[in-house]
C-alpha cells in the first residue's frame, strides 16, 4: 500500500527566499506524480505533473523533481511571494491502481 | 482545458434532509470520477470512485447507502448525502483524469454544513 508523507508540516519564510517543499512515498511503482495547491476553504490546483519516466518539470517559479529509486519528490519554490501561501500536496498515482494517494500538506506562509 | 466544475460551492441543510453535490467536465468525457472528503487541516480522503454507466466503487468505511453516487453520463457525476446528519458536514471535492497518462484535475469543492 503506497504511503506518502510530506515534510515539513508547515514552514514560514520571509518574502523573496527560495524553498523546497519534500515528498516521501513508500512505492516506487508510480504513474504519475503531481504536486497541487490548495487555498483555504478551496479546491485543489494543479500546479506540476512528473511522469514515470521524467525527472522533472518545471512552471515559472516552480520545479519539481522525481527521483523514484529514492522515493523522494521536491518542490522548488524560487523567488517566493505572499501569494504563495497556501497548502501543498504531493500525490503519487500508481500503475494499476487508478487512485491517487496524497501526502499529508505542507502549509507553507510566506511573511512580506 | 480539462476543467472539473463542482456545484454547489456551499450547502446549508437541515438534519435528516438530502444533499445533491453535482461534479462535471466540462471540456473533456470522462468515463471515471473520483470523490474526496476532507476534514479541517487534513488531507483528502478518497470516497469512493465513480464509474459511467455502472455502479461506484466505495472505499472501506465509506457507507455506500448514505453516499449515493450516479455516473449517468460521460460529463456528469452527482454525490447525494442521504439523512445527513451534522457529522457529515464536511468540505467534498471531485476529480477526473482528462487522459490516459494526463493528471487529475479536481472540482472547486462543495462545503456542506448541516445543522
Known amino acids: 500500500k503506497q504511503e506518502v508523507t510530506q515534510i515539513p508540516a508547515a514552514l514560514s519564510v520571509p518574502e523573496g527566499e527560495n524553498l523546497v517543499l519534500n515528498c516521501s512515498f513508500t512505492?516506487?511503482?508510480?504513474?504519475?506524480l503531481q504536486w497541487f495547491r490548495q487555498d483555504p476553504g478551496k479546491g485543489l490546483t494543479s500546479l506540476l505533473l512528473?511522469?514515470?519516466?521524467?525527472r522533472e518539470q518545471t512552471s515559472g517559479r516552480l520545479n519539481a523533481s522525481l527521483d523514484k529509486s529514492s522515493g523522494r519528490s521536491t518542490l522548488y519554490i524560487a523567488a517566493s511571494q505572499p501569494g504563495d501561501s497556501a497548502t501543498y500536496l504531493c500525490?503519487?498515482?500508481?500503475?494499476?491502481?487508478?487512485?491517487?494517494?496524497f501526502g499529508t500538506g505542507t502549509r507553507l506562509t510566506i511573511i512580506p | 482545458g480539462a476543467v472539473v466544475s463542482q456545484h454547489p460551492s456551499r450547502v446549508i441543510c437541515k438534519s435528516g434532509t438530502s444533499v445533491k453535490i453535482e461534479c462535471r467536465s466540462l471540456?473533456?468525457?470522462?468515463?471515471?470520477m473520483f470523490w474526496y472528503r476532507q476534514f479541517p487541516k487534513q488531507s483528502l480522503m478518497l470516497m469512493a470512485t465513480?464509474?459511467?454507466?455502472?455502479?461506484?466503487?466505495?472505499e472501506q468505511g465509506v457507507e455506500k447507502d448514505k453516499f449515493l453516487i450516479n455516473h449517468a453520463s460521460l460529463t456528469l457525476s452527482t454525490l447525494t448525502v442521504t439523512s445527513a446528519h451534522p457529522e457529515d458536514s464536511s468540505f467534498y471535492i471531485c476529480?477526473?483524469?482528462?487522459?490516459?497518462?494526463?493528471?487529475?484535475?479536481f472540482g472547486s469543492g462543495t462545503r456542506l454544513t448541516v445543522v
Open positions: 476529480s477526473a483524469k482528462f487522459a490516459q497518462g494526463s493528471g487529475y484535475t
Open positions: 512505492d516506487s511503482a508510480i504513474y504519475n
Open positions: 512528473i511522469q514515470s519516466s521524467q
Open positions: 500525490a503519487a498515482d500508481n500503475f494499476g491502481n487508478e487512485k491517487l494517494t
Open positions: 471540456d473533456f468525457q470522462a468515463t471515471t
Open positions: 465513480s464509474n459511467e454507466g455502472s455502479k461506484a466503487t466505495y
